[in-house]
């Protein structure tokens, strides 16, 4: 059974950078797209970058050029390096599939302060 857990979060000033992981635990994670989803308070859970299995980036316009995603295929863990945080980037943080989705993780609380 695939399970996801998403750690790195926490409070940061406006301006400011974290570094989230996802620790995928299962044989797929070497043959799967792998994405990093947010989800604010009152809103839909939303897609903002995703990465293949051979390093192929995408992102969310309202993250692009701040986030960076990677991932370690031998130590089955995704990255996001967030740089530039902003208070709009509040929200919390999960991991998981694009093309197939796998049970949510607990995520991970990222709160930026003006």
């Known amino acids: 059974q695939v399970q996801l857990v998403e750690s790195g979060g926490g409070l940061v000033q406006a301006g400011g950078s974290l570094r989230l992981s996802c620790a995928v635990s299962g044989s797929i994670f070497s043959i799967n797209t792998m994405g990093w989803y947010r989800q604010a308070p009152g809103k839909q859970r939303e897609l903002v970058s995703s990465?293949?299995?051979?390093?192929?980036?995408n992102y969310a316009d309202s993250v692009k050029d701040r986030f960076t995603i990677s991932r370690d295929n031998a130590k089955n863990t995704v990255y996001l390096q967030m740089n530039s945080l902003k208070p709009e980037d509040t929200a919390v943080y999960y991991c998981?599939?694009?093309?197939?989705?796998?049970?949510w993780g607990q995520g991970t609380q990222v709160t930026v302060s003006a």
């Open positions: 998981n599939g694009i093309i197939r989705l796998y049970s």
């Open positions: 990465i293949t299995r051979g390093g192929n980036t």
